[in-house]
């Protein structure tokens, strides 16, 4: 019974680049939340996703972030044009249904690096 | 409104003491505050949660402890032992509006020595 899946781990980008940080949720959940922990800090709500739907994103940055969880694959955080400030641990969620999205699963999350 | 604001930074404790880490919060639309425990390179994993028509609800050594009228809510860890040594994390949720998301505390890095 695979938990939420995260990939890359590990990601380094140099400035200008772009960052691809991808999650699968566990089986049978369909939404799907990312949160952003800078060092030495809590972690931060970005933006709460559902099947080819966006339902909150209120915590994203307007320019630069986007997110996706398309009807078939995983769920898609993409920076573009990265900063050493968007350096951080980025933390995929996910919920089995409309009721308990109180109860969130966490992923492993993706360290990315900007140098 | 929407914080969380959780104390202390850092705590340590002598094997089997007990671990207390307190959060307070403004927002009274929040409904549900989950505890999160954190271990380096890993994801928080959910570990205790409570809802305010409760005071205080128990897992094991794990107690949470919650007082509306205050507004705050803390964790107990009993007879601490060196493997819960990690970062905790509360956290609170609320839901209409603000559904799915969950307002973290700014965590406490516990140290249990053996």
Not at chain 2, 103 to 110: A, P, R
Request: hydrophobic share 35%; net charge positive.
């Amino acid at each position: 019974n695979a938990g939420v899946m995260q990939n890359p781990r590990h990601l380094v980008r140099r400035r200008g680049q772009e960052a691809r940080l991808r999650c699968s949720p566990m089986k049978g959940h369909s939404h799907v939340y990312w949160y952003r922990q800078l060092p030495e800090e809590g972690l931060k709500f970005m933006v709460y996703l559902q099947k080819e739907n966006i339902i909150d994103e209120s915590g994203m940055p307007k320019e630069r972030f986007s997110a996706e969880f398309p009807k078939e694959g995983p769920s898609i955080l993409r920076i573009q044009q990265v900063v050493r400030g968007d350096s951080a641990a980025y933390f995929c969620a996910s919920s089995p249904s409309l009721a308990s999205t109180d109860t969130q699963y966490f992923g492993p999350g993706t360290r990315l690096t900007v140098l | 409104q929407q914080q969380v604001k959780q104390s202390p930074q850092s705590l340590i404790v002598q094997k089997g003491g007990i671990s207390i880490i307190n959060c307070a919060y403004e927002n009274t639309a929040f409904d549900y505050f989950p505890w999160y425990q954190q271990f380096p390179g890993k994801g928080p994993a959910l570990l205790i949660a409570i809802r305010p028509d409760v005071s205080e609800k128990k897992e094991g050594r794990f107690t949470i402890s919650f007082n509306k009228s205050a507004k705050q809510f803390s964790l107990h860890i009993m007879d601490s032992q060196p493997g819960d040594s990690a970062t905790y994390f509360c956290a609170a949720f609320a839901g209409g509006t603000s559904y799915g998301k969950l307002t973290f505390g700014q965590g406490t890095i516990l140290t249990v020595h053996p």
